[in-house]
């Protein structure tokens, strides 16, 4: 369904407030390795595979340097995401395999 206007302001908020922007990191860069996730990303094409890779490898060593990038190089918050459309066939195709009995 379609978000009241005050979520989608609060949404866009938290998405600018978010920390990991600062490190030029994509919400999509922080999800939790869970089977679903790791299928989603077996998925992608090589060149946004090692993207990310590059982006957590960069913000791994600002994070140990205690450094944030320039503030011109941070994630835009209206940065389009690259994981969520795949990640949500790979939970239907699981979805559809529990109810037809296949696991």
């Known amino acids: 369904g379609v978000l009241p206007r005050w979520a989608r302001v ?11 922007r600062r490190y030029g990191l994509h919400h999509e860069d922080l999800y939790i390795e869970t089977p679903e996730v790791e299928e989603a990303l ?14 957590i490898l960069r913000a791994s060593d600002l ?15 209206d940065q389009k995401p690259y994981l ?4 949500d066939e790979v939970i239907r195709e699981r979805e559809e395999r529990i109810r037809l009995g296949n696991r």
Request: glycine share 0%; hydrophobic share 40%; proline share 9%.
């Open 10 to 20: 609060l949404h866009e908020q938290f998405r600018a407030a978010n920390p990991a």
């Open 42 to 55: 077996r998925r992608l094409p090589q060149d946004v595979l090692e993207a990310r890779a590059r982006r």
């Open 63 to 77: 994070v140990v340097k205690k450094q944030i990038l320039p503030k011109e190089e941070w994630t835009p918050v």
């Open 84 to 87: 969520s459309e795949i990640l």
